[in-house]
């Protein structure tokens, strides 16, 4: 649900700050602890993403989100609100 | 010119420490050591994964364990590694620290001795020489398509000094500088002892750094780590931390229970401090300068790095770039 929230509210976003936002995202992932959570499908799939330099496409974006919901819920939320 | 390299700990999925080589090789950053503990993902099979997705930065396996691993199987397992990245492959052995080692049975035993065998062991065999000493017998059947520097990991004055008497290179695990120090001169006794020039090995500060501009959050990241460090540490070091019998067993428990909420309540902030590098990204530009006068010719930036680690690594790059420049001219 917070996922399907935050795609929404990122459809609204200039290119620069979709592009903070993926970033932001994507530090809270990679600092995590809690990463056993994230399924390995998803993670490699934010890693391509990121390699191609396409995380910032919904399609990978929305993985992106996914993931950070899993691993680190309440700054997920945080994120969401905030938007 | 100093190297720049930082520590990933295989705790992780593969998918993520296989994204942040991908931002450190990005970054340039020479190379990334991948610590190695029975609890975490195996280090040799991490690298074999890393090498081969990367191009440039090389991976150092360390600090490796003789009691675990068998040296005739370090020899073989790194040696099969330089056929996936030729010349990208370094190893560190070391003996470990007695709690983990006790966690899983494991007695140690004569360290200094160990080491010294493993490291006669390895090398030769990765140099293609038949191996045969006391009970052991043989060499490998396929050619290491490189060579392999032999790192020795080492904190006591008397693994720092065999360290510069055998090894290609030395990881000295502190993060002051005032203990960098002593242990510099410790590797350099060793040194001029074995009659080497101190230009002839690289020797490492594997700092453990924890920065952020909120320094309550580094401090917290850095806890389990320094917890790490404070079980291992040699009797030396350990009574001028002056952290008490009782504390100490205290946090041996709870390292042993992986009880990281226990550990937030024993751990106080001036042991986290003489034994992690806390603060903000902006302080390293100091310590480095401090590091490199002392003469260690790498400097390893060491787990957890920092609660943002991204940002972190980044602003740290930065840093160094900076400092760089005011360093060598």
Redo the contacts between chains.
Sequence with gaps: MDVARFMEAVRELAVEEKHSLMEELLDILLSSVNLEMVPDDVGWRVNQAYRDGKLIEDEFLRDLAYAVSIAEPAKFRRIVERL | MTIFSVEIVPK?????I???T?IIEELGFSGVWLSEHPHNRSSFITASSLLKKTSRVWTGLGVVNPYTINPFVIAQLVASLTEVAPDRVKIAVGAGDKTTLESIGVERVKPLEKIREAVTIIRQLLNKKKITIDRIHGRLDFNPRSSVPIYIGAQGPRMLQLGGEIGDGVLVNYSNPEDLKWAYSEVREGIEKAGRRIESIDVAAYLTISLDLDPEKAVKTAIPYAAYILCGLPEKIMEKMDVGEEKLIKVKEAVRKGDWLRLYDIMNVDIVKKLVLIGQPTILEEKLREIVEIGYSQVVLGAPI??????TLREIKKTIDEAETKLYI
């Design positions: 992780d999925p593969l998918w993520k296989d994204l942040l991908y920092g609660p943002r680690i991204l940002q």
